[in-house]
T-cell receptor, first 114, second 114 residues
């Protein structure tokens, strides 16, 4: 499968624990996005990378959230000291630079904070 | 920043009828407008898109129209089938080949009754 891959697909954790999600984009895509989706809502933008550079972070991304894309390939999203309000689906998407805006999504990582 | 409003939030039609979903956007710099279909527990999938230099695009039973002056765009599905039942999201993209992000609407739950 050459699509966007995310893992783990599901994560259940206790409040206060740290979690990390990984995203492997489509190999030739230089742009990578993280979105958060809660039930009944559209995806909300969190952050965006072009190659290894993090170009924008949403106000939704508090100090407890950090994202990296160290070599311009895969990306990680870490949430420290999780809170119940962090429960959501975390979607990763990648995009080819030549077709601006055309995002290809992964299946998502569902986080449940107890 | 960009704000995308989507209506209706739910839409119920009989098989064979047409369905129309409407979106408005706020940022006049937005130049790309994709539509995503998301089935329960699945990733959002791009079904059709339109760039700002055209007013209408059609792909078999689905079509999208864009009115840049009024800042609104619509999705039209004809001859609906039960497998069209899903959540549909519109989105607007402001940016070029070097930078930009998608802002999503709140979604429309489409139910097609056999």
């Amino acid at each position: 499968d050459t699509g966007v891959s995310q893992n783990p697909r599901h994560k259940i954790t206790k409040r206060g624990q740290n979690v990390t999600f990984r995203c492997d984009p489509i190999s030739e895509h230089n742009r990578l996005y993280w979105y958060r989706q809660t039930l009944g809502q559209g995806p909300e933008f969190l952050t965006y990378f072009q190659n290894e550079a993090q170009l924008e972070k949403s106000r939704l991304l508090s100090d407890r959230f950090s994202a990296e894309r160290p070599k311009g390939s895969f990306s990680t999203l870490e949430i420290q000291r999780t809170e119940q309000g962090d429960s959501a689906m975390y979607l990763c998407a990648s995009s080819p630079g030549a077709r601006a805006g055309e995002l290809f999504f992964g299946e998502g990582s569902r986080l449940t904070v107890l | 920043g960009e704000n995308v409003e989507q209506h209706p939030s739910t839409l119920s039609v009989q098989e064979g009828d047409s369905a129309v979903i409407k979106c408005t956007y706020s940022d006049s710099a937005s130049n790309y407008f994709p539509w995503y279909k998301q089935e329960l527990g699945k990733r959002p999938q791009l079904i059709i898109d339109i760039r700002s230099n055209v007013g209408e695009k059609k792909d078999q039973r689905i079509a999208v129209t864009l009115n840049k002056t009024a800042k609104h765009f619509s999705l039209h599905i004809t001859e609906t089938q039960p497998e069209d039942s899903a959540v549909y999201f519109c989105a607007a993209y402001a940016g070029g080949t070097s930078y930009g992000k998608l802002t999503f609407g709140q979604g429309t739950i489409l139910t097609v009754h056999p």
